[in-house]
T-cell receptor, first 117, second 108 residues
Framework: GAVVSQHPSRVICKSGTSVKIECRSLDFQATTMFWYRQFPKQSLMLMATSNEGSKATYEQGVEKDKFLINHASLTLSTLTVTSAHPEDSSFYIC?????????????FGPGTRLTVL | EDQVTQSPEALRLQEGESSSLNCSYT??????LFWYRQDPGKGPEFLFTLYSAGEEKEKERLKATLTKKESFLHITAPKPEDSATYLCAVDSNYQLIWGAGTKLIIKP
């Protein structure tokens, strides 16, 4: 149980284009999902908390107009990197918690490697 | 300020050589401490949750323990497939504070 998937696993795009990453909870409904980015040899950096049916909560320093998050259903959250630039190249990972679990464990997707040329 | 520190940054062991990874924390309100394993190019895999000092949990060659200031992840007789980065995170008043991780390399 508690399986989270991400799509795509890898994406290469040109500078200035937008990229959408999907995060799905496969065997549970997730009212809350989280988006992280991770630079090489560094730990996870929380970007935003995505709540189903409401606006995402962004961490300080994360541009909400650049990283658009939509959590339209209980099993799907999307992150769109708008007008991507090479500095946006990173490993993006989503996670979800099981509602009502009370334990706050996060279950992670496999990640998406974004390379902006 | 809430802080989670993991040590060492990297640890190289021979297969079968037991050791421990440390996660020390200073937080205002501990709700739980989590251990994850992350393989290169993959998302973290959940291992354990610990809630209170004195608690221990085991899974195969891994055992996690918790005190009021730190947690240890003990690895007994490790195998090369245990090589990974081990991440610690602390839930402090519903916010997860992440450590930087310990990269564990087990040589055959």
């Amino acid at each position: 149980g508690a399986v989270v998937s991400q799509h795509p696993s890898r994406v290469i795009c040109k500078s200035g284009t937008s990229v959408k990453i999907e995060c799905r909870s496969l065997d549970f409904q997730a009212t809350t999902m989280f988006w992280y980015r991770q630079f090489p040899k560094q730990s996870l950096m929380l970007m935003a908390t995505s709540n189903e049916g409401s606006k995402a909560t962004y961490e300080q320093g994360v541009e909400k107009d650049k990283f658009l998050i939509n959590h339209a259903s209980l099993t799907l959250s999307t992150l769109t990197v708008t007008s991507a630039h090479p500095e946006d190249s990173s490993f993006y990972i989503c996670s979800a918690t099981i509602p009502g679990g009370g334990n706050n464990e996060q279950f992670f997707g496999p990640g998406t490697r974004l390379t902006v040329l | 300020e809430d802080q989670v520190t993991q040590s060492p940054e990297a640890l190289r062991l021979q297969e079968g050589e037991s050791s421990s990874l440390n996660c020390s924390y200073t937080v205002s309100g501990l709700r739980g401490l989590f251990w994850y394993r992350q393989d290169p190019g993959k998302g973290p895999e959940f291992l354990f949750t610990l809630y209170s000092a004195g608690e221990e949990k085991e899974k195969e060659r891994l055992k996690a323990t918790l005190t009021k200031k730190e947690s240890f992840l003990h690895i007994t007789a490790p195998k090369p497939e245990d090589s990974a980065t081990y991440l610690c995170a602390v839930d402090s008043n519903y916010q997860l504070i992440w450590g930087a991780g310990t990269k564990l390399i087990i040589k055959p």
